[in-house]
Structures are given as C-alpha cells and as structure tokens.
C-alpha cells in the first residue's frame, strides 16, 4: 500500500452495531468518494483498516472516528 501509506485502524468490536458501521462507511464515501481514488480499503475478521494517500485525509478520518491502534 505504498501509495496510501497512511492507515486507519477500526476495530469491530469497538462498534458493534451494524448501524455504526453503515454510519462510518456512508461518512467516508460522502467525504473521500468511492475507495481507490484517495483511499483503499483492507476488511478483515477484527478490524477494517482505511489506507489514506493523503495525510490530511487520515487526520479528517481520526478525528471523526478515532484511530483503536493509537491506544
């Protein structure tokens, strides 16, 4: 992911719901668009992890919806 080599970690277990999930996917869409262009996406089983080319965008994202590998 050398191109978006900034990344965003979301644990499930952290949100649940499935309502906040919608909520999150929903919010990026409205704010970077479709995944490829300014960001990519990774899904796993414990985690979804957002890749950011842009370090401004990674900052927007965190401070909208946290970061759960910063503590």
Not at 27 to 46: A, D, S
């Amino acid at each position: 992911m050398t191109e978006f080599p900034h990344p965003v970690t979301l644990d499930w277990s952290k949100r649940p719901s499935m309502e906040a999930w919608n909520e999150i996917c929903a919010w990026t869409i409205e704010h970077f668009g479709l995944p490829g262009h300014r960001y990519q996406t990774e899904v796993g089983t414990e985690k979804m992890i957002w890749y950011f080319q842009d370090i401004q965008d990674r900052l927007m994202f965190t401070v909208a919806w946290g970061d759960d590998t910063q503590g």
